[in-house]
């Protein structure tokens, strides 16, 4: 008999669920369903449903509705339109969204409470559709399996297919508490399934989220991070894929961290780089107002904005934005903040300025600091040659910058050693010259110009090395076989090596290139005058002479017998 009665209590179980039903709470639960429409960029509408899960107004809902949209509304049970704001997060894997609204002022709004998570053989009840009529009733299921993923969440199968038009609605347990909303099967499938509500409320966007390709693929605004470094994070890697709508991400950072110093730096940043200058202005302002931020680096963000526009050639000058403001915000900077950073930008600016002295001393204080480096004593160098100090200074300095390297020297030195090696080349010592450009060649593994060939080779023939010169001069052609000087010079050092010949077709190519340089019309002079011929040495050093080459009449008069 008991046998029996259980058989009987299973039936009507299975029936019930089967039965369309209507529990006392299902009245509220109804207040917080809306229907959602969503707008791509072509006026398409898309239309799905949602629930409000608490007082702030988010909501859940499904993915696929809101891929592509542009703009959406949630429209409650009493038909007031509802902007959606945000996303807040988003799963295709899942296909579904969390969404932030603007709650109109005043609003009352209706929330589902969330429940415990429901267990195999449990009854849900499957609420109506968002549009459906007030007196529609729920759907009494029972849920054949709870699966986990993502550690904490659960996936619900039920055993049976809900109408089409029920999806995306809140299951909820007897005590009318969510448990997650109904999706779908695909295919022949004959069960829908529910997936975990608190799998959906954990979505948030992260500080590595501006390239997630979920997200992207809605083109409503995204809800920034809670954190503020998170936040910073996002709006820096969203800046680095040049999104249209940047700058409105900004201005909700500086809304909600109003005392945090990026927000107005990476909102003036954007404006300057957009050539509103007038606006970024404004931004440093505000910023320089605003209590708890940062003024050091609001002064040291303008004054890096002002110098990097007065070294474009097409700059026109906005208002006080001069080198001379530039510098003035780095000092400004500097005495609230004394910071390395701060006196290098200061260098560069009064550098730009041709205060070159100034310069000098702002980066040589920086070599007793924790940004000693090699270029600081290279940024004196440079200064000390604007000014025309003595090249025993400037090699000093440049020595001071090469010492920072350990031997065998990295690339890094490369820049420090050629320089180097052009100041020995100005006092004369030739070899030691040769020694750098030698050094630097190494460096750079080969990839070196034609000029730099040329310049090795002028202070070789210095030291007599004519082999090596003749091989430089040689590549100096290979690479810039238009270039008449190399020709020039190749003749030139033909000539001295005793290559008469050789001189001869290197002036003569010289001279095709470019008919009104006198070098090579006074080398084939010089040359012919040698192999006898002095009608052709003539003809050339006149030639030189009208070309205004202040040596040929030396050779024209001795080959006069003057």
């Known amino acids: 008999m008991k046998r029996k009665i ?45 629930a409000f899960v608490n007082e702030e107004g988010d909501l859940i809902t499904e993915y ?26 988003a799963s295709s894997m899942y296909n579904v969204a969390r969404l932030s609204t603007s709650l109109p002022e005043k609003y009352k709004i209706a929330s589902l409470t969330m429940g415990e998570p429901a267990k195999s053989g449990q009854l849900v009840w499957i609420m109506p559709n968002a549009k459906a009529e007030k007196k529609a009733p729920c759907v009494v299921d029972t849920v054949t399996e709870a699966t986990a993923f993502r550690d904490s969440f659960t996936y619900y199968t039920l055993s049976t297919v809900p109408g089409e038009r029920m999806s995306t609605s809140p299951v909820m347990n007897e005590e009318g508490e969510l448990i997650g909303l109904l999706q779908m099967p695909v295919g022949k499938d004959t069960r829908s399934y529910v ?15 501006a390239a997630n390709n979920d997200l992207n693929s809605i083109g409503i605004p995204k809800c920034l991070p809670d954190n503020e470094a998170a936040a910073s994070s996002f709006l820096y890697l969203l800046g680095a894929r040049d999104t249209t709508g940047y700058l409105s991400y900004v201005d909700d950072f500086i809304k909600r961290f109003p005392e945090s110093t990026t927000g107005y730096t990476l909102k003036a940043e954007e404006l300057v780089r957009r050539q509103q200058y007038a606006e ?38 906005y208002a006080d934005w001069t080198l001379e403001r530039a510098s003035a915000e780095a000092r400004q900077a500097f005495e609230i903040n004394p910071l390395p950073f701060y006196t290098s930008q200061l260098g560069e600016c009064l550098y730009a300025e041709k205060k070159y002295d100034e310069a000098c001393q702002q980066f040589l204080s920086l070599t007793k600091t924790n940004l000693r480096s090699p270029d600081n004593f ?22 001071s910058a090469i010492a920072f390297y350990p031997k065998p020297f990295p690339k890094e030195a490369a820049t420090a050693i050629i320089l180097r090696a052009g100041t020995k080349a100005r006092m004369g010592k030739a070899r030691e010259a040769v020694q750098d450009f030698n050094e630097y060649e190494h460096l750079m593994g080969g990839q070196v110009g034609a000029s730099f060939y040329y ?47 050789e001189a001869i077709e290197a002036a003569e190519k010289s001279v095709s290139l470019d008919p009104q340089f006198p070098d090579p019309h006074r080398i084939l002079g010089v040359c012919y005058a040698d192999k006898g011929d002095r009608n052709k040495a003539r003809t050339y050093l006149q030639k030189a002479v009208e070309l205004g080459d202040t040596l040929a009449q030396g050779v024209l008069d001795k080959l006069a017998g003057k």
């Open 6 to 50: 259980l058989s009987l209590t299973f039936v009507l179980a299975a029936f019930c669920s089967a039965m369309p039903q209507t529990p006392k709470w299902a009245k509220k639960i109804r207040m917080a369903q809306v229907t959602i429409v969503a707008s791509d960029a072509k006026g398409e509408l898309h239309e799905t449903q949602g």
């Open 64 to 89: 696929d509705a809101l891929k592509g949209a542009v703009k959406a509304t949630a429209i409650d049970q009493k038909g007031i339109e509802i902007p959606i704001s945000y996303v807040k997060g």
């Open 195 to 209: 997936i975990d509500a608190n799998f959906i409320l954990n979505l948030a966007i992260g500080a590595m989220d």
């Open 280 to 317: 970024a202005d404004e931004a440093y302002q505000k910023g320089l107002q605003q209590e708890g931020t940062k003024k050091d680096e609001l002064h040291f963000s303008l004054s890096k904005a002002i110098y990097s526009l007065s070294q474009k050639p097409d700059y026109k000058v």
């Open 378 to 399: 290279l940024f004196a160098a440079q200064c000390k040659q604007m000014v025309e100090a003595s090249d025993e200074e400037i090699l000093a300095l440049q020595d």
């Open 455 to 501: 310049e090795r080779e002028q202070q070789e023939i210095k030291c007599r090395m004519y082999p090596a010169a003749l091989n430089d001069i040689e590549r100096a052609i290979r690479l810039q076989p238009q270039e008449a000087l190399f020709w020039a010079e190749s003749a030139a050092l033909n000539y001295r090596v005793g290559q008469i010949d």
